[in-house]
């Protein structure tokens, strides 16, 4: 049972918005800013897509955006397109002793 | 180019013990957070450990007391020393670099695979 919770998968057509929740704790994502999420397509290495809650590292489309209410965060990607079809993952830091949680994954199909 | 670069995976018996290496280029591991997460065939992510440019390391409860991470400055490589392997420790692991200390890994390498099994 992974520490936080990502639904197993969400899909949308080319052109749309979709969102993607990861709930954690008061523990983990409701007490630090410390939130990324990663891309990742089968086979390959994780992407970072988004840190610090709703930071963009250089390169990544500002379609994918990053946000957190509470202890649960975020990630909205919009204008849909096909290479986006990945799983995606979450990630928070969870303070000096669990340190670093992540959530299950989604899966993302673009339909 | 930033570059990690893992090796010394492979088939390893319960019990048994493992090191791997991730070599660094582009950038100086010693002045870096760099991370070991590990991936189960078909599962999701697993933080496993992280070390500090000041040298302190962290680990997960999972691995405590059988994995240290560890690294050699003069040869820009980040390893990870496994001992008393279980069965669960089959994973991909990739070494990343993190920017700020904590889940945010910019820089990810290809991944080693170690698998545990008689």
């Known amino acids: 049972q992974s520490a936080l919770t990502q639904p197993a998968s969400v899909s949308g057509s080319p052109g749309q918005s979709i969102t993607i929740s990861c709930t954690g704790t008061?523990?983990?994502?409701?007490?630090?800013?410390?939130v990324s999420w990663y891309q990742q397509h089968p086979g390959k290495a994780p992407k970072l897509m988004i840190y610090e809650v709703s930071k963009r590292p250089s390169g990544v489309s500002n379609r994918f955006s990053g946000s957190k209410s509470g202890n649960t965060a975020s990630l909205t990607i919009s204008g849909l397109q096909a290479e986006d079809e990945a799983d995606y993952y979450c990630c928070s830091y969870a303070g000096s002793s669990t340190f670093e949680v992540f959530g299950g994954g989604t899966k993302l199909t673009v339909l | 180019e930033v570059q990690l670069v893992e090796s010394g995976g492979g088939l390893v018996q319960p019990g048994g013990s493992l090191r791997l290496s991730c070599a660094a280029s582009?950038?100086?591991?010693?002045?870096?957070?760099m991370s070991w997460v590990r991936q189960a065939p078909g599962k999701g992510l697993e933080w496993v450990s992280v070390?500090?440019?000041?040298?302190?390391?962290y680990y997960a409860d999972s691995v405590k007391g059988r994995f240290t991470i560890s690294r050699d400055n003069s040869k820009n490589t980040l390893y990870l020393q496994m001992n008393s392997l279980r069965a669960e420790d089959t994973a991909v692991y990739y070494c990343?670099?993190?920017?700020?200390?904590?889940?945010?890994?910019?820089?990810w390498g290809q991944g080693t695979l170690v698998t545990v099994s008689s």
């Open positions: 990343a670099r993190d920017q700020v200390g904590a889940t945010t890994n910019d820089y």
């Open positions: 070390i500090y440019s000041g040298g302190s390391t």
């Open positions: 582009g950038f100086t591991v010693s002045s870096n957070y």
């Open positions: 008061s523990s983990d994502v409701g007490s630090y800013n410390l």
